[in-house]
């Protein structure tokens, strides 16, 4: 659907906050951790938003692979990571640094940028980017 609208109607993340007030009311209060991805073209507009996996109460699983299955199918310039930690505390895990260095080296092989990496909680989100983890 985001495809067949007109190109200056899809959203654009120019900044972090631009990604954190997009997907707060879409993910950020769902009863179990659900990992995603948004698609950006080159302009950083929004191709597509993709769950790719749902978990538990504190965790989900995530492979390169499911991240940048989409990412390569819709010719992805770069992507934004996402989830949500059901506590509603968004402060990054030592987990989720890891995996986050893991995706952003893969995209690095494939060529596409990991630009940002967004945890959303309780009506707040933390952005990697923002705090200099990314």
Do not use: M
Not at 54 to 71: C, D, I, Q, T
Not at 107 to 124: E, K
């Amino acid at each position: 659907r985001l495809l067949a609208e007109p190109q200056e109607q899809r959203p654009v993340f120019r900044a972090p906050k631009d990604a954190g007030r997009y997907l707060l009311p879409r993910f950020g209060e769902r009863p179990v951790e659900e990992f995603g991805v948004l698609i950006l073209d080159t302009r950083n507009r929004l191709k597509s938003a993709q769950v790719i996996s749902k978990g538990s109460l504190n965790g989900s699983l995530v492979h390169p692979r499911e991240v940048f299955r989409e990412a390569v199918t819709c010719q992805a310039a770069g992507i934004i990571l996402f989830h949500n930690h059901p506590s509603g505390d968004p402060t990054p895990s030592r987990e989720d640094l890891e995996l986050t260095q893991r995706l952003r080296d893969a995209g690095r092989i494939v060529g596409i940028d990991v630009l940002d990496h967004i945890i959303l909680g309780a009506g707040r989100f933390t952005s990697f980017k923002d705090v200099a983890l990314l």
